[in-house]
């Protein structure tokens, strides 16, 4: 059975940083992507981070580009997302997602993806 357990958010003041981690079990972050979404009730699951385990690259959107981070462990089977310089609009549930299973170029589709955690909440006051 496949969990993947996210840890880090929290409520913080317009500026400030949070680093989220995401723990795999019953699945290897390897050779396939994996990435961080968010989402505000109301609105659609929104893609701030992409990475290609295997290559390393990395993808954001520019609403979080120069800000977020994300990052592999593969000896850890961890993926983290390093938010820094944070908004109120970063205020969110975030969610990390695994197994790409479309082509690469849909990396920032929820629907691409077929494993999620259960979300972590972030708030960033003004």
């Known amino acids: 059975q496949v969990q993947l357990v996210e840890s880090g958010g929290g409520s913080v003041q317009a500026g400030g940083s949070l680093r989220l981690s995401c723990v795999a079990s019953g699945y290897t972050y390897s050779s396939n992507y994996a990435a961080w979404f968010r989402q505000v009730r109301g609105k659609e699951r929104e893609v701030v981070a992409s990475i290609s385990i295997a290559g390393g690259r990395t993808y954001y959107p520019d609403s979080v580009k120069g800000r977020f981070t994300i990052s592999a462990d593969g000896a850890k089977n961890t993926i983290y997302l390093q938010m820094n310089s944070l908004k109120p609009e970063d205020t969110a549930m975030y969610y990390c997602?695994?197994?790409?299973?479309?082509?690469?170029?849909?990396?920032?589709?929820?629907?691409?993806?077929?494993?999620w955690g259960q979300g972590t909440q972030v708030t960033v006051s003004s």
């Open positions: 997602a695994a197994q790409l299973r479309r082509p690469s170029i849909y990396w920032s589709r929820a629907d691409a993806y077929g494993y």
